[in-house]
């Protein structure tokens, strides 16, 4: 699911807001986005310190 978003997603920055540009094209962006956020948050912050640090 998270990979036909993404794709769904670059497909619409890309091509289909240049070809169609309208509100439906901007909540496809949206939703498209909010399902290839989640599963990246983790990756984005991994590296991330812990704040305040464990005693």
Do not use: F, Y
């Not at 289909?16 to 990756?43: E, N, Q, Y």
């Amino acid at each position: 699911m998270t990979v036909v978003a993404a794709l769904v997603l670059l497909l619409n920055d890309h091509l289909l807001k240049h070809a169609w540009p309208g509100p439906v094209t901007g909540k496809l962006s949206d939703v498209a986005g909010l399902v290839v956020a989640p599963p990246l948050r983790p990756c984005c912050c991994a590296g991330a310190p812990i704040w305040p640090p464990p005693s």
